[in-house]
């Protein structure tokens, strides 16, 4: 079946520090793949996208890149900010049999200042 | 432009109640999905609207669980009877027919049943 697991949280950094959230999945087919996030009382915003391998999504310093051979699709950013805690989502799309969102757990970032 | 609208915000229930939850796309979002979101978990996809036929809902607890989409605008998600596993945040999302990447979400209702 289709599947996104993500590293545990929480993920806690000073501020500037090098972020790496973990993502790997599962799918049958060839998926499109996203980072969502949801900053504290908010709803889940679209980050970043990439919708075949070796394509690199970016988005306010945030950057992921599909790698079909490793199925894995890591979120970094170079300098963290006190701002960029929320709790981060990898998803896929599958693209056979219809369009169905499948979201990982989530994985919490703490920055500290 | 105004964002994805979801009433109430909270809600507390006992088992064996039923509750309603309502949901307003963004105008034009022809494409509408209610997730259940239990904590610690993702989003998981309940059902999808395209106007106001139903897209998707093998995911849906049919025999609690029961969504329409009248007039292909606004949307009410129903559980009755609602059990304790059912304490959820539930969202509600919108996106263009042909842009399912790009869905816009609510701020979600959180249902507590006691």
């Known amino acids: 079946g289709n599947s996104v697991t993500q590293m545990e949280g929480p993920v806690t950094l000073s501020e500037e520090a090098f972020l790496t959230i973990n993502c790997t999945y599962t799918a049958t087919g060839y998926p499109s793949l996203f980072w969502y996030v949801q900053y504290p009382g908010e709803g889940l915003q679209l980050l970043l996208k990439?919708?075949?391998?070796?394509d690199k999504g970016s988005n306010k310093g945030f950057e992921a890149t599909y790698r079909k051979e490793t199925t894995s699709f890591h979120l970094e950013k170079g300098s963290v900010q006190v701002s960029d805690s929320a709790v981060y989502f990898c998803?896929?799309?599958?693209?056979?049999?219809?369009?169905?969102?499948?979201f990982g757990a989530g994985t919490r970032l703490f920055v500290k200042a | 432009e105004a964002g994805v609208a979801q009433s109430p915000r909270y809600k507390i229930i006992e088992k064996r109640q039923s509750v309603a939850f309502w949901c307003n796309p963004i105008s034009g979002h022809a494409t509408l999905y209610w997730y259940q979101q239990i904590l610690g978990q993702g989003p998981k996809l309940l059902i999808q609207f395209q106007n106001n036929g139903v897209v998707d809902d093998s995911q849906l607890p049919k025999d609690r669980f029961s969504a329409e989409r009248l007039k292909g605008v606004d949307s009410t998600l129903k559980i009755q009877p609602a059990k304790l596993e059912d304490s959820a945040v539930y969202l509600c999302a919108s996106s263009f027919p042909k842009a399912v990447y790009e869905q816009y979400f609510g701020p979600g209702t959180r249902l507590t049943v006691t």
């Open positions: 998803a896929l799309i599958r693209n056979t049999g219809g369009f169905k969102t499948i």
């Open positions: 990439a919708t075949k391998a070796d």
